[in-house]
């Protein structure tokens, strides 16, 4: 594969970076909202574009069951089946056959589940994974992993970790187009001692980038930090490194205080279809009665296309009356602040300000709730 | 009121003409989408521009309602509130105290209502439906009628026909801007005679635009072309002329051949959201299992944004997973059909073939469905 990951900035353990693709250049730290069928949700390419996104997430899980693999395949890949020029990454459908399928069997070669739309039975194994993201033609491509439901019993939590290595191994193997980055998915739970030791399972295989799975999925966000923090230590500071699932920007900024790259979340998205709005004074709740006739922006310093055309009164009033375009200016919105706060820590660690950065984001933003993919 | 209906061409009774409004001038034959709540529902006033609209319609007894014409007021006028600097029509919602309120009792003064979100009492007179369109400053605003239940008895009929001049008498008198077009609604069901005397007496008090209601309700087609046909030997030459809530392409192509300037319709949005897109061959439903694996554009002649970057599988595939940005493209290609449709027209009057064209586009577009507006 002849695409480069290359750091251009340090600020203690942060870093920028320019991650290479087939499909664009992708300036690190950055965010990719999350796209699971094909569409980010309520919004148009054009307006991805115009916020200034490089990376979407997408999902093989999903798009191989609808509207299936072989037929995006026939479309020339999922850039050209769903109008995106830029990259895509595709999650490998592990935490999807574990969190919504219903599951009927996991073995040494694979799992066999149900569909979570009509219950159809499928059989993923390692290969098939890849054949399906090849497929797609996604610029990075992630392994079946091997999910336990937490908590989960220490030699239940052996045997997965064995079957991620193995399924990696696999994966790799099975690999033939040069065009996808094939990152590697690190489990291990809560307990630092099996992540650093799947770690180093997966690194004697030997991936070009690093991802942190199984987080934000109920556990402490403080003893999540601790891991992301420990992990730091252990992974290859050449090689990209992404925390999958994890989106709240205060967990992001400390996540990028400890060398992570990547990051993906539905939060953005899915809480502004639940009417909350992210702004720089901290998040507001569109749908609140206080809002019925505020005449000012949704965020008084955001210079985005909603802030600079509508009021909190107008937005209130199309949530209230159930209306589509409601989600798409609130999806915009945060979306674009999204970006822009992925931006600036960008800009502050190339300043070596990131220290003051986050000292100043920290005091004034407060708390951030939890988040996990679907 | 300075401003002016010009007409600029004529092709038998079918002509083009330009109205003045206080927000720019509107080339007609125009087709009006519907904003009912103060959005052209999925769509954003940058797309409804770049399709090419100069006019939208929405909704006194909605707006009144929520978010209340007070607030709009406050705003600075409904588009501000919208952010909507081209013109507004407003209907004046004694259609929608009939057809979605819960109506407690007409009297000569107005009508009571409950409220069709959440039962609340409210008096429609004609002076409180001017006071709210004054408050929202549309462009175009819309006597208080009264609307009877069809069929009915002679009687009812004849007394609804002297309320609903009668209100509109007081409706003028009640008007105070200067910069609203207010027109009459022209009603008499299916009884051409009953049409006639309405028109009279609301000529009589006279007018700078007439509309034709009462329409698009369940009666046949042909009988509502044969009203449309007739009533163009009786309305003024010289003024708009507005046939309400009718939206099928060949029926409006009838009614421009017989006068009208101006029309509205929930038709291609609210189709869009159920699939269903107009196209130069007819219509599709993009649902349909045959376009699963089809790679061509929802219409071959059509060069909209989303005939250009889509296919009808992608399409299908959007509508299939209920995803947001299917409904935005289906709404979005039909405005564009409907809009280049009355271009057409335009052009079409303007070389004076406009026989052709309707010719042409009845022997290929065949038969369309009736509308009704909500």
Redesign the interface.
Known sequence: MGFEFKITAQDGNARTGVLQTAHGEVQTPAFMPVGT???V????EEELKGIGYRMILSNAYHLYL??GHN?IK??GGLHK???WDRAILTDSGGFQVYSLATLRKISEEGVEFQSHIDGSRHFFSPEKVMEIQEALASDVIMPLDDCPALPAEPERLRESLGRTVNWARRSKEAKTRDDQWLFAIVQGGTDLNLRRQCFEELHQIGFPGYALGGLAVGEEPGLRAEIIAAMQEVLPADCPHYLMGVGPVLECLEAVKNGIDLFDCVLPTRNARNGQLFTSQGKISIKRAEY??D?SAPDPECDCYVCR???K??L???Y??G???G??LNSWHNLYYYNGFFERMRRAIANGQFGEFSRAEQSRLGTEEKCSTG
Chains 1, 2 share one sequence.
């Open positions: 069928q094909g569409t949700k309520a919004m148009s609808r509207p037929l026939k479309f089946f769903m109008n019925s006739e005449e055309n509508y009021s009164a107008y209130r009033h199309l209230v009356s209306e589509i375009l989600v798409r």
